[in-house]
């Protein structure tokens, strides 16, 4: 993000405070998504850069440049945010590839974490004392005990 942009370098600071580590990826995804749309350079996670412009002009050709540009950036901000450890093996990629490569590492994960939590969630509820209504809510008075023929 360029020095003129103080709002997107005050937003970097939330991928710089949690780098991506390889169980985060969902989390640093969205914060990335974030910072780069008030950037105003989400565009280049659409897609790859194009080799060449549609059409050889010079507008076609400042556009292009531009998103190269952008991209490097963008792949630069990336490798600066996550672990040292997992930057090696992407440091050659664009900021598109790069996060092609990383879904593809981590999205069997991110996966597994999600059902994880489902099954955790279906299970307090499968488990909770019958006698609540709600988990706040006081247990509902005995009406056995309470009846006269009861004791």
Sequence with gaps: MSIDNNSSFTLKTILEKEKLNGTNLLEWHCNLRLVLKMAKK???????????????????RK?????????????CIMLATM???????????????????????????????????MKQLISLKWNRDPLY????????????????GAQ
């Design 42 to 60: 989400l565009h280049v996670l659409d897609g790859p850069v194009p080799l060449e412009p549609e059409n050889n002009t010079l507008a076609a």
């Design 63 to 75: 556009v292009l440049e531009k998103h190269n540009d952008d991209s490097t950036e963008v792949a």
């Design 83 to 117: 672990s040292s450890e997992l930057a090696k093996g992407l440091e050659y990629l664009g900021s598109y590839d790069m996060l092609e490569q990383l879904k593809g590492m981590f999205q069997k994960q991110a996966h597994q974490e999600r059902f994880d939590n």
């Design 133 to 148: 209504d709600r988990a706040d809510s006081p247990p509902s008075p005995d009406v056995r005990s309470s009846s006269p």
